[in-house]
């Protein structure tokens, strides 16, 4: 054999030798993104004369009109969901179309014209920012506050004396027109849920009440009539607050007073009564047979719970599963608030 014949052309051996060198080099595809600059989606009613192309199928199947009209039928917590999903998404949600809606919706009570002189005074003419940084009680879901005591049962055999420890509820769900209903019971969440809207009869113990949100301090003024023979109106006060911002997901009870009223009071309807009893003291009480009493036990927080307002026969999953529904013995060391 020559040596002519073990010669190997110097294609072949280049080939041969990339070849092998792949098995120790891994490959990094996104090395070819270097120096390649992304150019943002234009948002719905953008002015730029430059076409557009999106590779997005949604984008494309979906006009920049039906997503418009898609977002403006959205809660106000969807669109910042929605504005995770992509660029374009998040430059259309920040429309202030959608957030001037929910802003006037969420603070009706106060009038058109001072919303606007709000926006621009304190918060540059926003609505976005209007949304984020100022109080407003929650209507998408119910405030509950759970509270416990414990009682002296009855003696058996006279060699123990067993304690109880009872567990019940405070639940305000609030409606932006002022509105508010009340109940107190020992009923867990996934219950009450059900029938807490102004179809329920009084039978279930579901008291209507009126409220007014104070635009400096947070502090809400709310009132209670318990109708009867013996009229009472239920005074409370609470204080907004949130664990993130523009989440006003806690309320902290200030106080809880209740008073008798007079006949002429106590005839008074559910969206009067606030006014009757917006100047009254703690001790002041129309009817010497009522005292006023400032209740001091079952002060606990509120914690807010949503649930599904896209249909109020549906309660979302989180509220069937809160731990609000736990039993008193495996909420020993769960504090609210």
């Not at 120790?24 to 996104?30: A, D, H, L, M, Q």
């Not at 234009?42 to 590779?55: E, H, I, L, M, R």
């Not at 001072?114 to 918060?123: A, F, P």
Request: one cysteine or more.
């Amino acid at each position: 054999m020559t040596s002519d014949a073990l010669n190997i052309p110097s294609e072949l051996e280049s080939a041969l030798r990339l070849r092998t060198v792949q098995y120790f080099i891994t490959k990094r595809p996104w090395l070819d993104l270097y120096g390649v600059h992304v150019r943002p989606v234009a948002p719905f009613g953008s002015t730029s004369s430059k076409p557009q192309f999106d590779p997005a199928l949604i984008h494309r199947s979906l006009p920049d009109e039906l997503l418009f009209e898609v977002f403006a039928r959205m809660l106000p917590y969807d669109l910042g969901r929605a504005a995770c999903v992509c660029r374009k998404w998040r430059y259309t949600v920040r429309n202030p179309v959608f957030w001037r809606n929910a802003c006037l919706k969420a603070w009706q009570t106060a009038g058109v014209i001072e919303n606007y002189r709000i926006l621009q005074s304190k918060y540059d003419g926003s609505w976005r920012k209007m949304w984020l940084l100022r109080s407003r009680v929650r209507t998408d879901g119910i405030y509950v506050s759970r509270n416990t005591y414990i009682r002296a049962g009855i003696a058996e055999w006279k060699i123990t004396n067993p304690v109880h420890i009872v567990c019940y509820f405070r639940y305000i769900r609030f409606y932006p027109s002022g509105r508010f209903l009340y109940k107190n019971s020992s009923q867990k969440l996934k219950d009450v849920a059900k029938y807490m809207n102004f179809k329920s009869s009084k039978a279930d113990g579901l008291y209507r009440g009126t409220y007014t949100l104070s635009m400096t301090d947070d502090k809400i003024e709310a009132a209670v009539l318990y109708p009867g023979t013996r009229p009472t109106v239920l005074r409370i006060r609470l204080r907004l607050r949130g664990t993130a911002i523009g989440a006003n997901n806690r309320m902290d009870l200030l106080s809880l007073v209740t008073s008798g009223v007079n006949d002429e009071e106590g005839s008074s309807t559910e969206e009067d009564i606030l006014g009757v009893v917006e100047n009254w003291r703690d001790d002041e009480t129309h009817n010497p047979d009522i005292p006023a009493v400032s209740h001091k036990r079952g002060m606990t927080p509120f914690v807010f719970v949503p649930f599904e307002e896209a249909s109020n026969k549906k309660i979302a999953l989180y509220v069937e599963q809160s731990v609000l529904n736990l039993p008193p013995e495996k909420m020993d060391y769960f504090v609210t608030g």
